[in-house]
């Protein structure tokens, strides 16, 4: 199956599977999704999502945000990793909000990946779930992952796998699909020991039946046997 119809195909089949799918950031507004966007860097949603009540209700706008001092920031988000690098660039991207854009969220990639901590991706996100503008795909671990699994790119590159998947989907799906693929991501298909017997789009997937999945779940079944022999007691 060429690439343009089978990511229509596993486009229709997981919207049937997530019809619920969404950003996992708790947030209110565009504001609220780029500041817990620039702290989901190498940190999981749930930990920001516990993170961000407190520093939305110390700093609720960019005005009060840009005034704080970065101590104060750090110990808020101390536990998303990285922290310092990270209270920096919020404190930095609050000030040219304020400077430059009257304290508001542009609507634009361009200035949007000009903000301090912010790249294509956290552009796209904001873009896409708090304007509902298209304007690019997310690409994250999973969107990049299950791209290369489905046969969808070649690549790793996060820019490199973007441009082959903007070629494939939809624009007016471009959001949905980063949605489906991280939900399907996490649910099923994680990088370690992929649920391919479960699978929704098993039938759509080269990497399914692959002979080096076969040969990683042989692998895998090995080492698991030996770590249980391992623990067995020896015999008298």
């Known amino acids: 199956m060429e690439r343009a119809a089978r990511a229509a195909a596993v486009l229709q089949n997981l919207r049937t599977t997530y019809p619920d799918a969404h950003c996992e950031l708790d947030h209110q507004g565009a504001f609220q999704l780029l500041v817990a966007t620039i702290l989901s860097a190498q940190c999981t949603d749930v930990r920001v999502n ?11 706008d960019a005005e009060s945000l840009a005034a704080a001092r970065q101590e104060d920031v750090e110990d808020l988000v101390r536990s998303t990793g990285f922290f310092r690098n990270k209270a920096k660039n919020l404190i930095a991207a609050a000030k040219s909000l304020v400077r430059d854009h009257d304290g508001k969220v542009p609507r634009e990639l361009v200035p949007l990946t000009q903000l301090s901590g912010v790249g294509r991706k956290t552009a796209n996100v904001v873009l896409g779930n708090a304007y509902g503008i298209e304007a690019g795909i997310v690409v994250d671990t999973h ?6 699994r489905l046969g969808l790119t070649k690549h790793s590159d996060p820019v490199k796998v973007e441009k082959d998947l903007l070629k494939q989907i939809p624009q007016d799906a471009w959001t949905l699909w980063s949605h489906l693929l ?3 991501g996490r649910r099923r298909c994680p990088a370690r020991k992929p649920d391919c017997t479960h699978c929704e789009v098993r039938g759509l997937c080269p990497s399914a039946d692959s002979p080096a999945r076969k040969l990683r779940l042989k692998s895998s079944a090995g080492r698991a046997r030996r770590a249980k022999a391992a623990k067995r007691p020896a015999s008298a």
């Open 50 to 60: 516990l993170v961000t009540p407190a520093l939305f209700k110390k700093y609720p």
């Open 143 to 148: 969107v990049a992952r299950l791209s290369k």
């Open 182 to 184: 991280i939900w399907h």
